[in-house]
């Protein structure tokens, strides 16, 4: 059973970072798409980033695109968020999922992301 933990959430101030953690258990060897998404109040859930552990491919949302940053530590099963220059409008739960596919797409939501984190909660004031 495939089992991931998000955590490094927190309130920044705007401008300031926060670096996201996913770790995923229950799995040896990342190698499905991994991805992180972001849901704000009253709105839906918006894709942020993806990567494909094994080679390196990663998409970034346009919204944060030049700001945050993904990446994964494949001896650690773990995938990180690096946000920097954070912004009032960034202020959502985070979520670290797990697709069955091993393609990331540029269509962040794409694939069946199955498993899924409980949420880190990413504040930023202005």
């Known amino acids: 059973q495939v089992h991931l933990v998000e955590s490094g959430g927190g309130s920044v101030q705007a401008g300031g970072s926060l670096r996201l953690s996913c770790t995923a258990s229950?799995?040896?060897?990342?190698?499905?798409?991994m991805g992180w998404f972001r849901q704000a109040p009253g709105k839906g859930r918006e894709g942020v980033a993806n990567?494909?552990?094994?080679?390196?491919?990663?998409y970034e949302a346009d919204s944060v695109k030049g700001r945050f940053t993904i990446s994964v530590d494949n001896a650690k099963n773990t995938v990180y968020l690096q946000m920097n220059s954070l912004k009032p409008e960034d202020t959502a739960v985070y979520y670290c999922?797990?697709?069955?596919?091993?393609?990331?797409?540029?269509?962040?939501?794409?694939?069946?992301?199955?498993?899924w984190g409980q949420g880190t909660q990413v504040t930023v004031s202005s």
């Open positions: 999922a797990m697709s069955v596919n091993a393609d990331c797409y540029v269509d962040i939501a794409r694939g069946d992301f199955t498993y």
């Open positions: 990567i494909l552990p094994a080679g390196g491919t990663k």
């Open positions: 229950g799995y040896t060897g990342l190698r499905n798409c």
